[in-house]
């Protein structure tokens, strides 16, 4: 991991750490949960919001009433808007989506679940995706919640990551297997 990295993870980590502490505080980590899902989609669906929140363009206080305002009209709860209003005052924004996926590990561990990030050629049905979460479930012994994501580069099959245990059954990787076994051969 490169300095700056570590620096921003750092960073994430405590805004991350305050902000959960906060919401378990007030009972509030399902409303904190729903947030992440939202700030998440609005930082994938805006590329304005992505540049507001990385660009140093951005003074201080635009940056402060830009995120304010986004926050007020999303409904975020009021520690989630006061956190990034700080954040934004100290031109922290740019470690928001490091600080998203830090809450939602802090909140996974909190209802003893696990996230399995799961990449397939195509889209996974709702009963494919429950059927693996059982699976799962029952190798990992903790609730999965699936992070599911789509590579036609994979050709068909899955890769599951799993904490810090990957499955890669996709044909991509089989396929490659068999190429560099032939240029053994060969």
């Given at each position: 991991m490169s300095e700056s990295a570590s620096v921003s993870s750092g960073i994430a980590d405590r805004y991350a750490t305050a902000v959960f502490d906060l919401a378990k505080e007030g009972k509030e980590l399902d409303k904190l949960e729903a947030n992440l899902d939202d700030l998440s989609a609005a930082l994938a669906s805006s590329p304005e919001l992505t540049d507001l929140i990385h660009s140093p363009v951005y003074s201080?206080?635009?940056q402060s009433a830009a995120i304010s305002a986004v926050a007020a009209k999303m409904g975020l709860t009021q520690t989630m808007q006061n956190v990034l209003a700080l954040m934004a005052?100290?031109?922290?924004?740019?470690?928001?989506?490091?600080?998203i996926n830090r809450?939602?590990?802090?909140?996974?561990?909190?209802k003893g679940e696990v996230t399995a990030d799961v990449v397939s050629a195509v889209k996974l049905s709702a009963a494919q995706s429950k059927e693996l979460a059982k699976t799962l479930k029952a190798k990992v012994g903790k609730d999965v919640k699936i992070n599911a994501t789509v590579d036609e580069s994979?050709?068909?099959?899955?890769?599951?990551k799993v904490g810090?245990?990957?499955?890669?059954?996709?044909?991509?990787?089989?396929?490659?297997?068999l190429q560099n076994a032939m240029k053994e051969v060969g």
């Open positions: 201080r206080e635009e005052s100290k031109r922290r924004l740019f470690v928001v989506p490091q600080m809450l939602r590990d802090l909140i996974a561990d909190e994979l050709i068909g099959g899955l890769v599951v810090s245990k990957m499955i890669d059954t996709s044909i991509r990787s089989k396929l490659n297997s």
